[in-house]
Protein backbone atom coordinates (compact mmCIF):
# COMPACT_ATOMS: atom_id res chain seq x y z
CA UNK A 1 0.00 0.00 0.00
CA UNK A 2 1.06 3.40 -1.01
CA UNK A 3 1.04 5.07 2.48
CA UNK A 4 1.42 8.56 1.00
CA UNK A 5 -1.92 8.32 -0.72
CA UNK A 6 -3.81 5.10 1.00
CA UNK A 7 -4.21 3.43 -2.31
CA UNK A 8 -3.16 -0.16 -2.61
CA UNK A 9 0.13 -1.08 -4.24
CA UNK A 10 -0.85 -2.39 -7.74
CA UNK A 11 1.81 -4.54 -7.45
CA UNK A 12 1.13 -6.50 -3.89
CA UNK A 13 -2.97 -5.61 -3.99
CA UNK A 14 -3.28 -6.95 -0.86
CA UNK A 15 -0.18 -5.85 0.80
CA UNK A 16 -0.18 -3.92 3.70
CA UNK A 17 2.42 -2.61 6.65
CA UNK A 18 1.60 -2.42 10.70
CA UNK A 19 0.45 1.32 10.36
CA UNK A 20 -2.40 0.41 7.94
CA UNK A 21 -3.65 -2.52 9.73
CA UNK A 22 -4.09 0.06 12.61
CA UNK A 23 -5.89 2.63 10.46
CA UNK A 24 -8.60 0.68 8.46
CA UNK A 25 -9.80 3.68 6.27
CA UNK A 26 -13.41 2.86 4.42
CA UNK A 27 -13.19 2.91 0.63
CA UNK A 28 -14.61 6.60 0.42
CA UNK A 29 -12.00 7.80 2.68
CA UNK A 30 -9.61 5.75 0.89
CA UNK A 31 -10.46 7.55 -2.15
CA UNK A 32 -10.62 10.81 -0.51
CA UNK A 33 -6.90 10.37 0.69
CA UNK A 34 -5.75 9.29 -2.23
CA UNK A 35 -7.29 12.19 -4.65
CA UNK A 36 -5.97 14.75 -2.13
CA UNK A 37 -2.31 13.64 -2.00
CA UNK A 38 -2.59 13.46 -6.02
CA UNK A 39 -3.43 17.16 -6.51
CA UNK A 40 -1.63 18.52 -3.32
CA UNK A 41 1.67 16.61 -4.96
CA UNK A 42 0.86 17.94 -8.55
CA UNK A 43 0.20 21.32 -7.02
CA UNK A 44 4.00 20.87 -5.57
CA UNK A 45 5.04 19.85 -8.88
CA UNK A 46 3.99 22.78 -10.90
CA UNK A 47 5.74 25.33 -8.15
CA UNK A 48 9.12 23.65 -9.34
CA UNK A 49 8.39 23.89 -12.93
CA UNK A 50 8.06 27.77 -14.17
CA UNK A 51 11.68 28.33 -15.60
CA UNK A 52 13.91 30.78 -13.78
CA UNK A 53 12.11 34.51 -14.28
CA UNK A 54 9.80 33.11 -16.32
CA UNK A 55 5.56 33.06 -15.52
CA UNK A 56 3.89 30.58 -13.12
CA UNK A 57 1.01 28.21 -14.26
CA UNK A 58 -1.30 30.24 -13.80
CA UNK A 59 0.20 33.31 -15.80
CA UNK A 60 1.12 31.32 -18.28
CA UNK A 61 -2.33 30.10 -18.66
CA UNK A 62 -3.65 34.01 -18.45
CA UNK A 63 -1.01 34.42 -21.41
CA UNK A 64 -2.35 31.61 -23.59
CA UNK A 65 -5.39 32.47 -22.97
CA UNK A 66 -4.75 36.00 -24.60
CA UNK A 67 -2.63 34.76 -27.48
CA UNK A 68 -5.82 32.55 -28.51
CA UNK A 69 -8.24 34.80 -28.05
CA UNK A 70 -6.90 38.11 -28.23
CA UNK A 71 -7.79 41.15 -25.83
CA UNK A 72 -10.39 40.21 -23.09
CA UNK A 73 -12.32 41.82 -20.12
CA UNK A 74 -10.83 40.70 -16.96
CA UNK A 75 -14.63 39.06 -15.95
CA UNK A 76 -14.09 37.17 -19.14
CA UNK A 77 -10.43 36.06 -18.09
CA UNK A 78 -11.69 35.21 -14.69
CA UNK A 79 -14.27 33.21 -16.29
CA UNK A 80 -12.26 31.10 -18.67
CA UNK A 81 -9.06 30.72 -16.36
CA UNK A 82 -11.95 29.18 -13.38
CA UNK A 83 -10.29 31.93 -10.85
CA UNK A 84 -11.99 34.68 -8.99
CA UNK A 85 -11.85 38.28 -9.56
CA UNK A 86 -9.74 38.96 -7.26
CA UNK A 87 -7.08 36.43 -7.93
CA UNK A 88 -7.40 37.87 -11.78
CA UNK A 89 -6.59 41.24 -10.82
CA UNK A 90 -3.65 40.00 -8.88
CA UNK A 91 -2.78 37.80 -11.82
CA UNK A 92 -2.69 40.73 -14.15
CA UNK A 93 -1.32 43.03 -12.21
CA UNK A 94 1.79 40.91 -11.70
CA UNK A 95 1.96 40.27 -15.20
CA UNK A 96 1.73 44.23 -16.37
CA UNK A 97 4.22 44.94 -13.92
CA UNK A 98 6.79 42.36 -15.77
CA UNK A 99 5.62 44.26 -19.05
CA UNK A 100 3.96 41.55 -20.69
CA UNK A 101 0.44 42.50 -20.51
CA UNK A 102 -0.89 46.13 -20.95
CA UNK A 103 -4.94 47.39 -20.07
CA UNK A 104 -6.26 49.42 -23.40
CA UNK A 105 -9.30 50.76 -23.15
CA UNK A 106 -12.39 48.79 -25.07
CA UNK A 107 -13.43 50.35 -28.05
CA UNK A 108 -17.11 50.00 -27.91
CA UNK A 109 -18.02 50.17 -24.15
CA UNK A 110 -16.17 53.56 -21.78
CA UNK A 111 -16.56 51.81 -18.58
CA UNK A 112 -14.64 47.98 -19.80
CA UNK A 113 -10.77 47.94 -19.25
CA UNK A 114 -9.24 44.94 -22.04
CA UNK A 115 -5.91 43.13 -21.34
CA UNK A 116 -3.98 42.33 -24.05
CA UNK A 117 -0.30 40.74 -24.75
CA UNK A 118 2.04 43.61 -25.03
CA UNK A 119 5.23 42.45 -27.88
CA UNK A 120 7.68 41.72 -25.25
CA UNK A 121 5.35 38.76 -23.92
CA UNK A 122 7.18 35.22 -23.81
CA UNK A 123 4.85 32.89 -26.44
CA UNK A 124 2.81 31.51 -24.42
CA UNK A 125 1.80 28.92 -26.98
CA UNK A 126 4.98 27.61 -27.21
CA UNK A 127 5.19 27.63 -23.10
CA UNK A 128 1.94 26.03 -22.54
CA UNK A 129 3.30 23.37 -25.27
CA UNK A 130 6.89 22.48 -23.44
CA UNK A 131 4.79 22.44 -19.92
CA UNK A 132 2.39 20.11 -21.51
CA UNK A 133 5.29 17.88 -22.28
CA UNK A 134 6.71 17.76 -18.99
CA UNK A 135 3.24 16.84 -17.50
CA UNK A 136 2.92 13.45 -20.40
CA UNK A 137 6.34 12.83 -19.17
CA UNK A 138 5.05 12.17 -15.54
CA UNK A 139 2.68 9.51 -17.62
CA UNK A 140 5.60 7.80 -18.66
CA UNK A 141 5.56 5.16 -15.75
CA UNK A 142 2.53 3.81 -17.06
CA UNK A 143 1.48 1.26 -19.50
CA UNK A 144 -0.17 2.95 -22.94
CA UNK A 145 -3.43 0.40 -21.35
CA UNK A 146 -3.24 2.44 -17.66
CA UNK A 147 -3.06 5.67 -19.67
CA UNK A 148 -6.08 4.80 -21.82
CA UNK A 149 -7.77 3.46 -18.92
CA UNK A 150 -6.73 7.31 -16.61
CA UNK A 151 -7.90 9.24 -19.31
CA UNK A 152 -11.46 7.73 -19.03
CA UNK A 153 -11.39 7.53 -15.71
CA UNK A 154 -11.02 11.04 -15.87
CA UNK A 155 -13.03 12.10 -18.44
CA UNK A 156 -15.92 10.16 -15.77
CA UNK A 157 -14.75 12.12 -13.21
CA UNK A 158 -14.65 15.55 -14.78
CA UNK A 159 -17.83 14.77 -15.88
CA UNK A 160 -19.30 13.82 -11.97
CA UNK A 161 -17.62 17.13 -11.16
CA UNK A 162 -19.36 19.48 -13.15
CA UNK A 163 -22.71 17.32 -12.29
CA UNK A 164 -22.75 17.89 -8.80
CA UNK A 165 -21.61 21.33 -8.47
CA UNK A 166 -23.77 22.99 -6.43
CA UNK A 167 -23.97 26.57 -5.01
CA UNK A 168 -23.35 26.18 -1.02
CA UNK A 169 -26.47 27.80 0.53
CA UNK A 170 -26.07 30.90 2.03
CA UNK A 171 -26.02 30.61 6.00
CA UNK A 172 -28.96 31.16 7.95
CA UNK A 173 -27.17 33.21 10.65
Not at 75 to 92: E, K
Amino acid sequence: MDTASGVPNAAQPNATTSAEADIDLAPADRLAAAFESLIGEYMRWLRTQAPAGGPSTSRLRLLESLQCEGAQKMSDLADALGVTPRNITALVDGLEEEGMVRRVAHPTDRRATLIELTDTAPDPVELMAAHRAAIGELFSCLTDAERADYLALTQRLVERFRSARQPVPASAN
